[in-house]
């Protein structure tokens, strides 16, 4: 599916559609001069009050006269409620009706937005519009009911300037940079949602290796006799009871090869499925664990973009993946585990089991000699329990950082919000038996967690932890995202990358 941008004058709906969005505002028609030939056509539903412009308020109707064209509404709401997030929901919104009418092409009319540019309203209308019309891969066997699901007659969207001075240059640039921000969150979100005895750890290195190959990334892998070697005692430890031994997996992108520059460091919490371990979490708090691996798809869908957008910038994604499961070889409440560090650590719930694996992780990382280390997981049930489904949590002592992800993430669409490295609560990790404690009470649990893996980052370099525990999953679905994996983090993390200023 393609999308194209033009700026020519329309004298009434285009053929076969055309989507026009519109404000919850009084006088939101008689404002708006470039749709004024559009109004004869809606001016009497908007008068009566049939119709208001609430924010993904839709109509859609057959238009009388020579146009034979479907006219669809989306609405906007109020102007001052308008967020990046909800533009991105209307493109989809607009892009999903085109499809449901099963056309060929349609038109969509960028609004004016105030002290937007036409260029960031249409890369947030085409991040909805890809979000909402690509379909992941299911794995249904019945063959109707497969094509049902992929047939796609929609080729092309154009984005229409409906003014007459043209406001942006290389629209091709911005459409294209825009669809690749969806394009990898596509890929996150179908890696996540792929089921537990399809993705293990083996499963999701061999992946990696394909992309690898395909976009001539440097890859290492190391299966469960080299990270007993080299002494992670955390991977090791957490995947310890399954069948489906832990892989670690490290895949370096490399934009500018005659630079001795310093990497960007992505790490991503890779637990294939968390069943809690010999903690067992009860059936509910199983049902959808098989995303616990949504940090390591997002690193894994942020580099192979990154790679495939040529990004001059270099990269380093660490990957450790294990299955947390019950064996006989499952860690204990008790155990003491050597982490790749060194330090050891008294485990307390086997549930927290992603901290163990991230820190040896970090460990990883920090080999690379990172200039920013950036790591990302479904890490705490409190951080859900705080912030909800649409805001992620941000941890990190540099406020630099700090702003530019919680920034970054606005521009895309992606809420970030800041929690403390409370020095206050370091004394909730202290062991009698080991260097730490892995977790301490449940108040704070989540600035517990992030307490915790600071212990493995080495200060000088600028750190940011970010808890995706409550917004990685959508259980109600939106215009731009069916129920299931969301990919968050992807948009922020590639956007971030993309505008770097070493890039
Ligand atoms: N994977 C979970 C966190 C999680 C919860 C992610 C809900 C997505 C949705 C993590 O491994 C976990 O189980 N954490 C425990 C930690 C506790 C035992 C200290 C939790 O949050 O309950
Ligand atoms: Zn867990
Ligand atoms: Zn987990």
Redesign the pocket.
Known sequence: MNFRYKNDHMNGPQKPATVIFLYDLPGNLESRTEISSFRRYFNPLMDSGAYKGKFLECVNFYTPFKDEAWLILVGLGKPEDLTEARMIECGALAAGRIRELNLKEGFICLPPVDNWSYAKVMALLVIGARLAIEKLENLKTNPEEMRASHSQRLKNLFFHYLGSKDPMEKPQTIINKADMLAMAQLHARTLTDLPPNVLYPESFAGEAKKLALKYKLRISVWESDKIQLEGAGGIDAVGGGSVHEPNLVILEYDGKPDSTEAPIALVGKG?TF?S?GL?L?PAD?MA??K??MAGAAVVLAVISAAAELGLKQKLVGVMPLAE?MTGSRAYRPSDVIKTLSGHTVEV??T????RLVLADGITVALKYRPSILIDIA?????C?VALGTQYAGIFSDDKELTESIIETGREVGENFWPLPLAREYEDEIKSEMADFKH?GG?AG?AI??ALFLKKFVKSPIPWAHLDI??V??ASKKTPSCPEGSTGFGTRTLLRYIMKNPLA
């Open positions: 637990i968390d809690g903690c979490k708090g959808g664990m995303g616990d947390n307390v719930n549930d927290a089991e992603g479904t890490l705490t049930g409190a859900q977790m449940r649990g517990n967690a525990a409550g990685a999953r």
